[in-house]
């Protein structure tokens, strides 16, 4: 497959009247790559997955149809001090990943950073850096800065249930967690499971990566958060490349060359919101969402703490704004089984029920989502002159201001709204 396959797919798409839709690694949370209720063409970008590393320059290109997974496995091979900032599932695709913002491990030291792209003018290419790169074209390729990490890094995952006094350790962790060191990150997993005595309990997963040595690892949590009750033995020092490998929950010695599997890891069904914590949630208010937990069969939540680089940041300088004053991002996810697919209603019900619940913790106007975390509840575009007011509503709470800003391009680039989605950034058009 070459470039022009791409102009020729959308020379097509346009003459016979057919959306276009692009797909790197499929990942979006409501398929928006792979499924349009009108007649449409899959552009597929798995064969654009090219990567060049290039140590003395610091940087490193890779194609589009890439995965997280071969970009991290393509720096480490080449170096063991460079890294990159990026999501945790080795499996995103780095298309959709990049165009929508992205973060993982690294995020509270780097925040995240691409080298910028003359040729299509600087206020496109901050458009493709959050505001999600299929409202604008198709994205062949980035340019990336490496990052550097040390030699070795320290790992730890430590868990507590509501017996273990789950709800005091959460909310202390609350309270730290956008302070430490920008080299220190802890992200939190919840989930419903069964204890000792075979009663249903909530299980909250703490797993931190420090930039430095287990020594130095140990001794920030026990100076800052000695609530958690870490010891010297569950820290493990390893590479870099072996602790992406942790965070994506391959924990029994897998070889890395498991980052070069595009198998999703996860096969099934999934409903995912997100939210964007500002103040501690108080104990009480914990308590509640336990309950709604232990009422739902497989879900899950993630707290992704945010604080270090991310404070330093403007909320404008790519279309991604949730920047400073942000504690932690939170996920919520239903899961399902094909079996239980006849009651999806129910699963995402559950999963609605919960994000009312939520209202009064996180953020508000707007209550901020993560586009990475697609959500087609918060509004769709319409096929109407309406799009654009119909978009303000989603669009404000994935980009705050900076959604005026990417109409304004898309108006400049794309008048004719060709590359579009559900939830795509409109043209603006005069109401009437
Ligand atoms: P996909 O191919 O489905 O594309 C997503 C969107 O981008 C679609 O609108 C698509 O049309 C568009 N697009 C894709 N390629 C394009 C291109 N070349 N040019 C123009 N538009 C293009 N996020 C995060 O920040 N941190 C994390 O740790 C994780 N973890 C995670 C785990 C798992 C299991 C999943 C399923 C998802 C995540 N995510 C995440 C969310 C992830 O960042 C998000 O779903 C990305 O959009 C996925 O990108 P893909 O290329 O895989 O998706």
Redesign the pocket.
């Known amino acids: 497959m070459v470039e022009s396959h791409i102009q020729a797919a959308i020379y097509c798409s346009k003459t016979f009247v057919l959306q276009l839709?692009?797909?790197?690694?499929?990942?979006?949370?409501e398929?928006?790559?792979?499924v349009a209720d009108s007649p449409f063409l899959m552009l597929d970008?798995t064969h654009f997955r090219q990567i060049d590393v290039n140590i003395e320059e610091n940087s490193a290109w890779f194609q589009?149809?890439a995965?997280l997974g071969e970009l991290y496995y393509k720096i480490a091979e080449k170096s063991k001090i460079h890294g990159f900032s990026?999501?945790?599932?080795p499996?995103?695709?780095?298309?959709?990943?990049f165009?929508?913002?992205?973060?993982?491990p690294m995020v509270r030291k780097y925040g995240g950073r691409i080298l910028t792209r003359a040729s299509m003018g600087e206020n496109l290419f901050w458009a493709i850096r959050g505001g999600?790169?299929?409202s604008?074209?198709?994205?062949?390729a980035y340019k990336i800065n490496l990052v550097p990490v040390p030699p070795t890094v320290s790992v730890f995952s430590v868990s507590k249930t509501l017996e273990q006094g789950a709800s005091k350790v959460l909310y202390r962790y609350q309270e730290v967690v956008d302070k430490f060191h920008e080299d220190l990150f802890i992200r939190v997993s919840i989930l419903p499971t069964t204890n000792q005595s075979g009663n249903k309990t909530i299980l909250v997963a703490f797993n931190s990566l420090f930039l430095g040595s287990a020594k130095d690892h140990l001794s920030l949590i026990q100076t800052n958060f000695l609530e958690l009750g870490v010891q010297s033995k569950d820290c493990k020092e390893m590479s870099w490349i072996q602790s992406v490998l942790f965070f994506a929950g391959y924990t029994n010695g897998e070889s890395i060359d498991t980052l070069l599997d595009r198998t999703?890891?996860?096969k099934g069904y999934f409903k995912a919101k997100s939210d964007f914590v500002q103040a501690p949630i108080p104990e009480s208010g914990l308590e509640g969402l336990w309950k709604i937990l232990l009422e739902g069969d497989t879900s899950l939540m993630f707290f992704l703490p945010f604080g270090g680089k991310m404070n330093e940041i403007p909320e404008s300088a790519i279309p991604f704004p949730h920047r400073k004053g942000n504690i932690y991002n939170i996920q919520y996810v239903a899961r399902w089984t094909e079996q239980e697919n006849p009651q999806a209603e129910k699963h995402i019900a559950w999963i609605r029920n919960l994000y009312d619940y939520m209202a009064p913790y996180v953020s508000k106007n707007p209550r901020a989502s993560?586009l990475?975390?697609?959500d087609l509840d918060l509004g769709q575009n319409g096929n109407t002159k309406r799009s654009y007011s119909q978009a303000l509503v989603w669009g404000f709470k994935y980009f705050k201001n900076n959604f005026f800003q990417l109409v304004h391009l898309k108006t400049m680039v794309d008048p004719s709204n060709f590359f579009r989605?559900e939830q795509s950034i409109p043209p603006f058009k005069m109401e009437v």
């Open positions: 839709r692009v797909r790197s690694g499929g990942h979006d949370y398929g928006l790559s792979f970008m589009a149809g995965i990026a999501g945790l599932c499996t995103i695709g780095v298309g959709g990943h165009s929508g913002g992205g973060f993982g999600g790169g299929a604008f074209g198709v994205i062949i999703p890891q996860f993560y990475n975390y697609r989605n």
